[in-house]
């Protein structure tokens, strides 16, 4: 007999006291009415702030040795955030409904700006004529193009919702204006741009509900894409060929990737403190604007990083998080596809610097130095703010309790409910309307027998009816008979 001995139990490890209260007293916050709108406030703030400390350490040293003022650069991008930051209150305070009426006429006057971007009146700047200038300002109409087409699109796709499940109605007129958009675009050209209006037209077609072989189509439509516009243009091609072997032009095209994972590396853990980058004396082009990841991994180090990794993936989570408690659709849309563009953004700079992605020219968004482009996510961050007050939960609170004292603050009006467009009930066909002066044809009289046997020559069914009146009395009948006797 053989005796098998018992296998040790693995003893579970129970969260102590400590953890327990901890993780509980975090979903007791999160459950709160407006917890997703001070979390969006709060990662607003501090990527601002990033923002501008790392605007003002990558470009001082770059204008200073240009002779020029070392707050050059970050006046102007205190400037644009000043900007940014009154329109981000307007926003919020902006009721939703009409921001959703408007989304029409916005999307026009941006198609017609992109027009005329490709005329005299635009300006070329970094070998791409999307610029407008006035006086001392310029500004980009692909940013707010961006943001009317989610706006645009939603609308359409929301008002049409009922009948989307056919192609016609799925993607017209929401994909033709899209593709219109897309060549006004490339015709500057700005290949940077085109993606991530890309982003936006592709989340806003997920969101909505599309079928899955639309998006293989899309891809497949993209990828063709890609590479005839890579072979069509000389400097598309040497990023390619730059990202497939870096190694291959160290000093030319690959100047930048190369650079960047130098200033990435030398940062270490902690890195080496703002303003201490070897990066800001310029041996890294445009280290304050498309590059400026590779600064901030190399003056604050991989902490730094991680703490903006960690700004976009809260933005990613709380975004959606909008988008799931709203009973708006559109609402629901416009959060979804807004959270959506900012955090591909962001992805796609990043991948870039760590050279994951072929070089595209696309900024970090709140924190790369660009007017337009702050400006244009600063809105977006309003609008994302309002959708966030506009959940079920938070309108009730609102109305109930007072605007709180971050309400108070900004002075925001309480938000409206909303109210589901009243159902239409099917209109009944109207009779036609008589000819004037014609007559209707009268029945031929017949006697007491000819209409017998017509009742008896009727279909079964008629004739049932029919025998079933004689038998029951009529209700006049009997009310005429007890009226009288």
Same mark, same amino acid.
């Given at each position: 007999? $053989?005796?098998?001995?018992?296998?040790?139990?693995?003893?579970? @490890?129970?969260?102590?006291?400590?953890?327990?209260?901890?993780?509980?007293?975090?979903?007791?916050?999160?459950?709160?009415?407006?917890?997703?709108?001070?979390?969006?406030?709060? %990662? /607003?703030?501090?990527? $601002?702030? %990033?923002? !501008?400390?790392?605007?003002?350490? #990558?470009?001082?040293?770059?204008?200073?040795?240009?002779?020029?003022?070392?707050?050059?650069?970050?006046?102007?991008?205190?400037?644009? @955030?000043?900007?940014? #930051?009154?329109?981000?209150?307007?926003?919020?305070?902006?009721? !939703?409904?009409?921001?959703?009426?408007?989304?029409?006429?916005?999307?026009?006057?941006?198609?017609?700006?992109?027009?005329?971007?490709?005329?005299?009146?635009?300006?070329?700047?970094?070998?791409?004529?999307?610029?407008?200038?006035?006086?001392?300002?310029?500004?980009?109409?692909? &940013?707010?193009?961006?943001?009317?087409?989610?706006?645009?699109?939603?609308?359409?796709?929301?008002?049409?919702?009922?009948?989307?499940?056919?192609?016609?109605?799925?993607?017209?007129?929401?994909?033709?204006? =899209?593709?219109? @958009?897309?060549?006004?675009?490339?015709?500057?050209?700005?290949?940077?741009?085109?993606? $991530?209006?890309?982003?936006?037209?592709?989340?806003?077609?997920?969101?909505?509900?599309?079928?899955?072989?639309?998006?293989?189509?899309?891809?497949?439509?993209?990828?063709?894409?890609?590479?005839?516009? *890579?072979?069509?243009? #000389?400097?598309?091609?040497?990023?390619?060929?730059?990202?497939?072997?870096?190694?291959?032009?160290?000093?030319? =095209?690959?100047?930048?990737?190369?650079?960047?994972? /130098?200033?990435?590396?030398?940062?270490?853990?902690?890195?080496?403190?703002?303003?201490?980058?070897?990066?800001?004396?310029?041996?890294?082009?445009?280290?304050?604007?498309?590059? %400026?990841? #590779?600064?901030?991994?190399? &003056?604050?180090?991989?902490?730094?990083?991680?703490?903006?990794? *960690?700004?976009?993936?809260?933005?990613?989570?709380?975004?959606?998080?909008?988008?799931?408690?709203? $009973?708006?659709?559109?609402?629901?849309?416009?959060?979804?596809?807004?959270?959506?563009?900012?955090?591909?953004?962001?992805?796609?700079?990043?991948?870039?610097?760590?050279?994951?992605?072929?070089?595209?020219? %696309?900024?970090?968004?709140?924190?790369?130095?660009?007017?337009?482009?702050?400006?244009?996510?600063?809105?977006?961050?309003?609008?994302?703010?309002?959708?966030?007050?506009?959940?079920?939960?938070?309108?009730?609170?609102?109305?109930?309790?007072?605007?709180?004292?971050?309400?108070?603050?900004?002075?925001?009006?309480?938000?409206?409910?909303?109210?589901?467009?009243?159902?239409?009930?099917?209109?009944?066909?109207?009779?036609?309307?008589?000819?004037?002066?014609?007559?209707?044809?009268?029945?031929?009289?017949?006697?007491?027998?000819?209409?017998?046997?017509?009742?008896?020559?009727?279909?079964?069914? &008629?004739?049932?009816?029919?025998?079933?009146?004689?038998?029951?009395?009529?209700?006049?009948?009997?009310?005429?008979?007890?009226?009288?006797?």
């Amino acid at each position: 007999m $053989t005796v098998v001995a018992d296998k040790p139990r693995t003893k579970r @490890v129970r969260p102590t006291g400590r953890v327990v209260a901890l993780r509980n007293g975090l979903t007791a916050w999160l459950s709160r009415p407006l917890a997703d709108f001070h979390l969006l406030l709060a %990662i /607003f703030g501090t990527l $601002t702030v %990033i923002g !501008l400390v790392m605007v003002l350490s #990558a470009s001082a040293p770059g204008q200073v040795a240009d002779g020029e003022s070392a707050y050059g650069v970050f006046q102007k991008q205190l400037l644009y @955030v000043l900007v940014g #930051a009154v329109l981000f209150w307007l926003v919020l305070r902006f009721p !939703l409904r009409r921001l959703r009426h408007t989304s029409t006429m916005a999307m026009l006057v941006c198609v017609i700006l992109l027009g005329l971007v490709l005329t005299p009146l635009g300006t070329e700047k970094w070998g791409a004529q999307s610029w407008f200038q006035v006086g001392p300002v310029s500004f980009q109409p692909i &940013e707010a193009a961006k943001l009317a087409l989610a706006l645009w699109g939603a609308h359409v796709l929301v008002t049409k919702r009922a009948l989307l499940s056919q192609y016609r109605h799925l993607l017209v007129p929401v994909v033709p204006v =899209a593709l219109l @958009v897309f060549a006004l675009v490339m015709l500057q050209p700005d290949l940077g741009g085109t993606i $991530t209006l890309g982003v936006v037209l592709i989340s806003l077609l997920w969101f909505v509900g599309a079928p899955l072989r639309l998006f293989g189509v899309i891809a497949a439509g993209a990828l063709g894409g890609a590479i005839v516009l *890579a072979i069509g243009a #000389a400097y598309r091609l040497q990023r390619v060929l730059t990202f497939l072997n870096p190694e291959q032009d160290p000093l030319g =095209a690959g100047l930048q990737a190369r650079q960047a994972l /130098f200033a990435l590396a030398e940062g270490g853990l902690f890195g080496k403190g703002l303003a201490q980058g070897s990066s800001r004396w310029r041996y890294l082009p445009n280290v304050h604007s498309d590059f %400026i990841y #590779a600064v901030i991994g190399e &003056e604050l180090g991989f902490v730094g990083c991680f703490l903006v990794l *960690a700004l976009f993936a809260g933005l990613a989570v709380v975004g959606l998080r909008i988008a799931a408690r709203n $009973t708006d659709p559109w609402i629901r849309i416009v959060a979804a596809t807004l959270t959506v563009w900012l955090v591909a953004q962001a992805a796609i700079n990043i991948g870039y610097v760590v050279q994951l992605l072929p070089v595209t020219g %696309i900024t970090l968004p709140m924190i790369s130095s660009g007017g337009t482009s702050i400006v244009t996510t600063m809105v977006v961050f309003g609008i994302l703010a309002n959708c966030a007050r506009h959940e079920p939960d938070a309108v009730a609170a609102l109305r109930k309790l007072g605007p709180g004292r971050v309400g108070g603050l900004l002075k925001l009006p309480a938000p409206e409910a909303y109210k589901p467009p009243p159902k239409r009930k099917p209109v009944r066909p109207s009779t036609p309307p008589r000819a004037p002066g014609r007559r209707t044809a009268q029945l031929p009289i017949m006697d007491p027998a000819e209409r017998r046997m017509a009742g008896r020559s009727a279909p079964p069914s &008629e004739y049932r009816r029919r025998e079933s009146r004689r038998a029951s009395p009529d209700r006049n009948t009997r009310g005429t008979r007890g009226r009288y006797n």
